[in-house]
T-cell receptor, first 112, second 111 residues
Framework: DTAVSQTPKYLVTQMGNDKSIKCEQN?????MYWYKQDSKKFLKIMFS???????INETVPNRFSPKSPDKAHLNLHINSLELGDSAVYFC???????????FGSGTRLTVV | TQLLEQSPQFLSIQEGENLTVYCNSS?????LQWYRQEPGEGPVLLVT?????EVKKLKRLTFQFGDARKDSSLHITAAQPGDTGLYLC???????????FGQGTTLQVKP
């Protein structure tokens, strides 16, 4: 029973398209996150939600819009995809960031 | 801006050797966490250290949090090929609610 699951695992799409990535956690955690991992493996936070409320919104283009219908789900919608959006996107959840996250297995987005 | 500098970035060693990975910052963190990431998977939490000077052991892995809570180290004794992976340190803050990650250390252990 996967704790943090995200879909799809792979996403290949053309520039200019709109796409969504879905994430669900069954750990009962209050906080969920989206991180972006670049080609050098550096992980950078994009957004976090606490019980459906947006808490962290880092410097991310407004083409990226997170949505949290309930505290177990956090989706990421990306409009007008650009080549530079190609990366691996990770969803994570935690009860307290100071004690650690549980990550999903990632979505590899390739924009061609 | 909080930053974590991890070193070395790449490490290739023979099975049975020892190694240490360092994670340094000028900022104080509530906790320091270590993750391991394998290809095609998300990072998996190995350990969290929260008290300055704290040492934790996980089989052949020893983790230490600096006294000032600004740095940490991961020491692996008698590395095995199964230890191969990307090791990430991350500083946690209950105040900001986010983790700041280091650049990662790619470890390759050759049989």
């Amino acid at each position: 029973d996967t704790a943090v699951s995200q879909t799809p695992k792979y996403l290949v799409t053309q520039m200019g398209n709109d796409k969504s990535i879905k994430c669900e956690q069954n750990l009962g955690h209050d906080t969920m996150y989206w991180y972006k991992q670049d080609s050098k493996k550096f992980l950078k936070i994009m957004f976090s939600y606490n019980n459906k409320e947006l808490i962290i919104n880092e410097t991310v283009p407004n083409r990226f819009s997170p949505k949290s219908p309930d505290k177990a789900h956090l989706n990421l919608h990306i409009n007008s995809l650009e080549l530079g959006d190609s990366a691996v996107y990770f969803c994570a959840s935690s009860q307290d960031a100071a004690y650690g996250y549980t990550f999903g297995s990632g979505t590899r987005l390739t924009v061609v | 801006t909080q930053l974590l500098e991890q070193s070395p970035q790449f490490l290739s060693i023979q099975e049975g050797e020892n190694l240490t990975v360092y994670c340094n910052s000028s900022s104080v963190f509530s906790s320091l966490q270590w993750y391991r990431q394998e290809p095609g998977e998300g990072p998996v939490l190995l350990v969290t250290v929260v008290t300055g000077g704290e040492v934790k052991k996980l089989k052949r892995l020893t983790f230490q949090f600096g006294d000032a809570r600004k740095d940490s180290s991961l020491h692996i004794t008698a590395a095995q090929p199964g230890d191969t992976g990307l090791y990430l340190c991350a500083g946690g803050s209950s105040n900001t609610g986010k983790l700041i990650f280091g650049q990662g250390t790619t470890l390759q252990v050759k049989p």
